[in-house]
């Protein structure tokens, strides 16, 4: 394994932000993984898929491993296995050709496989939680593996016991329970527009296509404008608390929970009743045709990046009373 010294990660993070880190490598494999030294303490690692959910605002005195993208799948006891080095969309791509269903909703999402447990990935009324089965990770103080249940995930929204950072892990591979007869959704507004004229009900392929489609048009591609996708996590909040933000809001979106009992609310239209929609200065502002998104229309730096986010949660904490919580990962 290649390690290189005071690394720039300007062109592995979709924010595009200079981040010099001390130690980098890349891998590829599991022998590669098995290589990492032993003896680096869990707050001076960083495992790295491909930068697409992470805003570097400092120096990292850590060591950086990336994963190179490389797509690995099988099929083992009828699960589906795939390397944590894998884009993404390419698992989905592979599992919809092959007619299998239970990820079609989360088409087009930016990454790789490892980084999709992380933060529980979800779009479309859809989570990695509802098909996964099992997370394998690798444990580089021991040189050992070791396989997580779903429950031993502590999945949310969002959120798993991965996000504590409290365990030398690398997540090598993922197992799901993809089938041909699992259930479509298309419960979600944009779908149900794009297959209203369709008779028969959509294949998964059809469905991700469409995912494909409504993702392309409402966020922007970061090789255009650099940006990591929803800065802030939607908010969760008690019923009671809406009725009362409602008596003043009218307008306040409420989605119902598939996986609790709470409501959640927008975070995009909180930003945008904030006046954040499209708001610049220099060149960190948020999309303006998508409240939630956070972007650097150039040469941001990752403190200027963070210094607009702060305005906002402080705009939308005092108009709204309600602190958002970023879904992005802030080094
Ligand atoms: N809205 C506004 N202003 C805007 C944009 C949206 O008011 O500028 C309101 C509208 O009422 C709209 C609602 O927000 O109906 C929801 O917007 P959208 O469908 O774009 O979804 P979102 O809640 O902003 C979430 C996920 C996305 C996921 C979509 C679709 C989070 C933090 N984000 O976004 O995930 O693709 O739903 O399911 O949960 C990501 O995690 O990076 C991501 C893009």
């Known amino acids: 394994m290649k390690i290189l010294e005071n690394?720039?990660?300007?062109?592995?993070?979709?924010?595009?932000?200079?981040?010099?880190?001390?130690?980098?490598?890349?891998?590829?494999?599991?022998?590669?993984?098995?290589?990492?030294p032993h003896n680096i303490k869990i707050t001076e690692m960083?495992?790295?898929?491909?930068?697409?959910?992470?805003?570097?605002?400092?120096?990292?005195?850590?060591?950086?491993?990336?994963?190179?993208?490389?797509?690995?799948?099988?099929?083992?006891?009828?699960?589906?296995?795939?390397?944590?080095?894998?884009?993404?969309?390419?698992?989905?791509?592979?599992?919809?050709?092959?007619?299998?269903?239970?990820?079609?909703?989360?088409?087009?999402i930016p990454g790789l496989v490892g980084a999709a447990p992380f933060q529980n990935i979800g779009a479309y009324g859809t989570e990695l939680r509802d098909s996964l089965v099992w997370v394998e990770v690798y444990n580089w103080h021991t040189g050992l593996y070791h396989r997580l249940s779903n429950e031993e995930c502590l999945f949310s929204y969002r959120h798993s016991v991965f996000k504590y950072h409290d365990q030398p892990w690398v997540i090598s591979r993922i197992?799901?329970?993809?089938?041909?007869?699992?259930?479509?959704?298309?419960?979600?507004?944009?779908l149900q527009d794009k297959f209203a004229k369709q008779s028969k009900p959509p294949t998964y392929k059809e469905v991700a296509q469409?995912?494909?489609e409504i993702r392309q048009s409402k966020l922007p591609d970061p090789s255009e404008l650099a940006n990591a996708g929803s800065f802030f996590k939607n908010p969760v909040i008690d019923p009671q608390v809406a009725k009362r933000i409602q008596r003043r809001f009218k307008d306040l979106p409420?989605?119902?929970?598939?996986?609790?009992?709470?409501?959640?609310?927008?975070?995009?239209?909180?930003?945008e009743q904030c006046g954040f929609k499209g708001h610049r200065e220099g060149d960190?502002?948020?999309?303006?045709?998508?409240?939630?998104?956070?972007?650097?229309?150039?040469?941001?730096?990752?403190?200027?990046?963070?210094?607009?986010?702060?305005?906002?949660?402080?705009?939308?904490?005092?108009?709204?009373?309600?602190?958002?919580?970023?879904?992005?990962?802030?080094?």
């Open 254 to 271: 409420l989605f119902e929970t598939k996986h609790c009992q709470e409501q959640k609310t927008s975070a995009a239209w909180l930003l």
């Open 46 to 108: 960083l495992i790295m898929g491909s930068g697409s959910n992470i805003l570097f605002t400092e120096k990292l005195n850590r060591f950086v491993v990336r994963f190179k993208p490389r797509k690995h799948i099988t099929v083992v006891d009828n699960l589906v296995v795939a390397w944590a080095g894998t884009p993404w969309h390419e698992l989905v791509m592979w599992a919809v050709d092959k007619n299998l269903g239970g990820i079609e909703n989360l088409a087009y």
């Open 210 to 212: 469409a995912v494909t």
């Open 7 to 36: 690394h720039n990660l300007k062109n592995l993070n979709t924010f595009a932000v200079d981040c010099y880190c001390d130690q980098f490598a890349e891998i590829q494999s599991l022998s590669d993984l098995e290589a990492l």
């Open 175 to 190: 197992g799901l329970d993809l089938r041909s007869d699992s259930p479509i959704n298309i419960s979600y507004q944009p």
């Open 284 to 331: 960190a502002g948020f999309y303006d045709k998508h409240a939630l998104i956070l972007v650097n229309h150039g040469h941001a730096t990752g403190q200027e990046l963070l210094k607009m986010t702060k305005m906002a949660k402080r705009a939308v904490k005092v108009k709204f009373g309600i602190e958002l919580e970023e879904e992005v990962r802030v080094l």
